[in-house]
């Protein structure tokens, strides 16, 4: 998951649409670094964390609306949304999430 | 006067020593950084964006506003472009600018920069080439697009009392950063990157052509706030021409699928 997620958030910093890399050429990234992982859970980590960065493109378009108010409390939120919607991350994945998410938006 | 044997070695010795020296000072050049003497004329600032970047970077919002407000770092970022593509000023080459604001666009303007520049026309005379805000291709990052992700304007803006955490690091943020600097310093970033366009069509003598996917786009994004109304200024003043997306599969060859020019521009999404 840790490795999905750094491939999606840290690493490409695309936003969803982007068409590189594609799924295919993601899950072989993951599973180069996992040896040990079966296909399935390298797919299932893949899948989860593309969902990650569809929902925290709409919570932060939802920031940027003032869906969640204003200043930190908002901010606290919008993340706290990511977290119920996303559960199983650590809380720096989620303000990491949160920070591209931002930037994906911004645009 | 010495042996004729001795003159044989005496010359190679000062053959070596002589290629010996020639060597150390291409190594000493090369490791200084000075360029060779057919380098492009461009103004180049002199921030230090040639300087590694070996982690997190702090400074000040208010500071790097002022720098990316500026339009010589127009005349940098034009630089770091054609340090990887030099026919970006080279005169004939038609250059294109790509744009996208909004859910779904950012693939679609990435497809149109792939088609450009690995497709026939990258090899026509004169050829085409297309570069991003990001950088030269969907591959090669402006120097200066690399410095600002270290700089972690979002992570920091997102931040918690001052402290924010960085690849698993807890810094505290010597410059707390709101949301709103962070959108201001992308925004100018972008507007500069825009800007870019009048350097490359005096450098090609020809207009840049200019693909944006904005259908859907907000009004409050960078887009709208910052690209949109440079664009207009570099087609008023026949830098660019300007074209936008009808749909997300829009094919840059076919002129069908674009609306032409800045006063035709889609309204953004309410």
Redesign the interface.
Known sequence: MTIAFDLIFRQGRSPPSCPAPNDTDLLNRIRDKVHNESPAMCRDALIRIQRLSHDVYDICNAFREGEYGSGDEALEAAIAVLRKKCPGLSDEQYRKAFAVGMMWTAF | MALPFLTLYRNKWTVGIVLLAILAMIVLLSVLGIPPSGTYPVTVCSTDYSIPVTGPLFPGPAEKITALKDPVFTGQLFAEAIATEPLLATPGTQVHMGF?????????M??VL?AINEGPEASAVPPNRAIWDEGTS?YYNYPSYTRI?DE????R??GINGTV?I??KLYTDPHPVT?AE??KI??EY?ARYTDMAELIAQATGKPVRVWCFVQGARA????YQYELPQLQQMEQKGFAQVFFAKTVDADWTNPEDWINGTANAPAPAS
């Open positions: 996208w604001s909004g859910r779904g666009n950012h693939g679609s990435l497809r792939d969907a992700l972690h304007w979002y992570e803006a997102s955490i690849f698993g949301v962070a959108d992308w925004g972008s409050n994004r960078i887009f």
